[in-house]
């Protein structure tokens, strides 16, 4: 199956400080999807894209479904303690089948 | 008011061993799904159930078995563990939406798995 890249796979950033991170993919798709993982959980949905070009936000998140259908972004702003986790993107490949990105993980120092 | 339950949360277990991890969902759900993640965070789909019917078998040895007595639940059976078996296993929950597609995936909070 297609493999999404995504980067960076670790950031080590202060308290307050914007974070960017993005997903791409060698295939089109039509839907992309930012999970967060916290420590001893599962993931969590944040933001779901369903539009080439839709600017989605969350809070202090907010995330981008690329023009040509294969990237995506996702951005954090004045990053706090508790966003520290693994995030994720995620594709679907068939009706029900998701793929997930290999994970960016983020650390704060307050 | 837990919405995806998995139990047991750890398992150390020795190699050769059966073992079952158990999910279960009270969002109403029609369609249930296992996840492995290994060391490395990697999250991989294993299996997906419709309505308690087989839908996803992602080349899965076949000593993993799921089963699924209702829509609320779905097990997981694993015979003769081995050390690479050794990971986080998640199960997830969604409604399947119109034209086969799905709703939002729920995850459990995940079953540690050890095997010595």
Known sequence: GQQLNQSPQSMFIQEGEDVSMNCTSSSIFNTWLWYKQEPGEGPVLLIALYKAGELTSNGRLTAQFGITRKDSFLNISASIPSDVGIYFCAEFQGAQKLVFGQGTRLTINP | ?116
């Open chain 2, 1 to 116: 008011d837990t919405a995806v339950s998995q139990t047991p949360k750890y398992l150390v277990t020795q190699m050769g061993n059966d073992k079952s991890i158990k999910c279960e969902q009270n969002l109403g759900h029609d369609t249930m799904y296992w996840y492995k993640q290994d060391s490395k965070k990697f999250l991989k789909i294993m299996f997906s159930y419709n309505n308690k019917e087989l839908i996803i078998n992602e080349t899965v040895p076949n000593r993993f078995s799921p089963k699924s007595p209702d829509k609320a639940h779905l097990n997981l059976h694993i015979n003769s563990l081995e050390l690479g078996d050794s990971a986080v296993y998640f199960c997830a929950s969604s409604h399947l939406a119109s034209g086969g597609s799905t709703d939002t995936q729920y995850f459990g909070p995940g079953t540690r798995l050890t095997v010595l």
